[in-house]
C-alpha cells in the first residue's frame, strides 16, 4: 500500500508531499528525499492514495530510528557552531551581511548558510574558509525579512506567536489598500509586523470587506432613504449598516443608521450605468477621431505657394555695415 505523506521540516513551517511505501502516521519521524539530500521531518498529514499519478513525487527513505534522531540532535548542535563560526568570519572580512540560520543535511554532506542583506555582497572567500573548516559543501543564500522572521520567530503585537513562525506556509501579497478597506490608521509603525512589513493578518479578512463594501453606496454619495434623500457619512462593515446624514424639516441635521440591503438595488443600477456612460465617452471620442481630412485647416502648401509666402533672406553690404 501506497500513502501520501505531508512531512514538515524544522525551520519551516511548510509541509511538502512525498510518496511512502511504509505504513506511517501522524507525528512519525522520518528520512526523506529532499533539495538539500537527505532531510529530517515530521509527519504531518496521511492519505491513502491510488488514482493520482504519484511519478514525480519523491520518497520517503525510512522511519526514523533512534540513531537517526541522536543524529539529527548533533545535527542541531553542529548547525549553531556553523553559524558562530560564519558570524566571525563575516566580521573578520568586513562583509554586510547578516547571518540568520545554517541548515546541515541529514548526511551532513551540505549545508545552507541562510543571511540578510541590503546590498549583493562577494562571499566568494567566505565560502573558502568555510569549507575548509567544515570540511562539507558550503551554499550561502539571501533572504528576506519575512523569511527571517519566520525562521527566528517572535510575539506580535496581538500577543500571540508571528503568523510566519506558527502555521502560514505561504506569503501572501499585502498591500495598504487593504488596511484602508478596513478602516484601520495608515500608520506604517502601527500596522506593520515584526520583520517591518505589513502584516500578514490584514490579507486575512480582506476578501470579506472587499466584497462587502463592493456592494455598499459610496462615503459622500446621495442615496434614497425611508425619510428621504441623504448623504452617506460612515460605512459600517461588520455590522452591514450604512449612516446617512439627513436634513429634516425644521433645517437641521440628524445621522440615522440604515441596513446596506435596502440600498442594494441603487448600488446595483449605478453600476449598470456605469458602462454606459464610459462606452457613450468612448463614442463620442471615436467620432472626434473620425472627422473627414477635409475639415481639418490645412497647413501643407505646395511647392510655388512655399517660395512665394517665403522672405528674401540677404546680406547686408560692407558700406551697409558699417553705417
Do not use: W
Not at 73 to 91: P, Q
Not at 156 to 171: M, T, Y
Not at 179 to 191: E, M, V
Not at 267 to 292: E, I, L, M, R, Y
Amino acid at each position: 500500500m501506497q500513502q501520501k505523506v505531508d512531512v514538515r521540516f524544522r525551520i519551516n513551517p511548510k509541509t511538502y508531499t512525498f510518496l511512502s511505501t511504509e505504513t506511517l502516521k501522524v507525528g512519525d519521524k522520518v528520512i526523506v528525499e529532499s533539495p538539500l539530500g537527505q532531510s529530517f521531518g515530521t509527519v504531518e498529514r496521511v492519505d491513502v492514495d491510488y488514482d493520482v499519478d504519484n511519478k514525480d513525487l519523491k520518497r520517503v527513505i525510512r522511519k526514523a530510528t533512534d540513531k537517526d534522531k541522536e543524529k539529527n540532535e548533533a545535527n542541531c548542535e553542529k548547525e549553531h557552531e556553523a553559524i558562530l563560526l560564519t558570524k566571525k568570519l563575516v566580521e573578520q572580512l568586513g562583509l554586510d551581511m547578516n547571518v540568520v540560520n545554517a541548515e546541515y543535511s541529514f548526511d551532513t554532506s551540505k549545508v545552507v548558510i541562510d543571511f540578510i542583506s541590503d546590498n549583493r555582497v562577494d562571499f566568494r572567500e567566505l565560502v573558502k574558509q568555510l569549507a575548509s573548516t567544515l570540511k562539507t559543501r558550503i551554499e550561502l543564500r539571501q533572504i528576506g525579512t519575512r523569511d527571517q522572521a519566520r525562521m527566528v520567530g517572535g510575539i506580535g503585537i496581538c500577543g500571540r506567536v508571528c503568523c510566519c513562525a506558527s502555521h502560514l506556509k505561504d506569503f501572501e501579497k499585502v498591500s495598504m489598500k487593504m488596511a484602508k478597506n478596513q478602516g484601520l490608521a495608515l500608520n506604517p509603525t502601527k500596522i506593520s509586523g515584526a520583520c517591518g512589513r505589513l502584516m500578514c493578518c490584514l490579507e486575512y479578512e480582506d476578501p470579506y470587506y472587499s466584497e462587502t463594501l463592493s456592494a455598499m453606496p459610496k462615503l459622500n454619495s446621495e442615496v434614497k432613504t425611508p425619510d428621504g434623500l441623504g448623504m452617506v457619512v460612515y460605512q459600517n462593515v461588520l455590522k452591514q449598516q450604512i449612516s446617512v446624514k439627513l436634513q429634516t424639516k425644521d433645517g437641521s441635521t440628524q445621522i440615522k443608521d440604515y441596513p446596506m440591503d435596502i440600498f442594494a438595488k441603487q448600488v446595483a443600477d449605478k453600476k449598470s450605468t456605469q458602462p454606459q456612460q464610459s462606452q457613450n465617452a468612448s463614442k463620442n471620442n471615436g467620432n472626434k477621431s473620425d472627422q473627414p481630412q477635409s475639415a481639418k485647416k490645412s497647413t501643407h502648401l505646395e511647392p510655388s505657394q512655399k517660395h512665394k509666402n517665403k522672405k528674401p533672406h540677404f546680406k547686408p553690404n560692407k558700406q551697409q555695415e558699417q553705417k
